[in-house]
């Protein structure tokens, strides 16, 4: 269910806008609604210092990718990837222990947006798609 929280989340435009200044970069569409991501990582280092993203996606795909841009961001490489590892194995367990690091997207995964978890995920799968 969508609520103003998630709106809020969603609304922040911090990280929107790419900058074609990037060390990283993706592109994921959703088979199952049609959303799309294209997002930038700016690493240095082995840390990240931002992501960028564009979306043409749901308020539930925005608020991911807003809120995993913060998230993210000065964290190391390989943590960034087994976090959203364990993340993504939290979401499938009932429950949903979510890494320290992602507590604050409890918001988004719960119960009531189980079907809209695809949307939820997909900022994930293209920021480990980007760091492959």
């Known amino acids: 269910m969508i609520t103003s929280k998630i709106i809020k989340i969603a609304s922040n435009s911090k990280n929107v806008g790419l900058t074609n200044k990037f060390t990283f970069k993706s592109s994921l569409k959703n088979s199952l609604c049609g959303d799309k991501i294209k997002l930038e990582l700016n690493i240095n280092k082995s840390i990240l210092n931002s992501m960028k993203y564009e979306t043409e996606s ?11 841009a913060l998230k993210i961001k000065n964290l190391n490489t390989k943590t960034i990837v087994k976090e959203l590892n364990l ?22 995964i719960n119960k009531k947006n189980l079907k809209r978890i ?11 798609k980007a760091l492959k």
């Open 87 to 108: 993340l993504k194995k939290a979401i499938k367990d009932e429950k949903r222990n979510l890494p320290t690091n992602f507590k604050d997207f409890k918001i988004l």
């Open 58 to 68: 749901c308020v539930y795909c925005e608020a991911s990718a807003s809120l995993l």
């Open 118 to 128: 695809n949307c939820i995920n997909l900022p994930f799968d293209a920021v480990l």
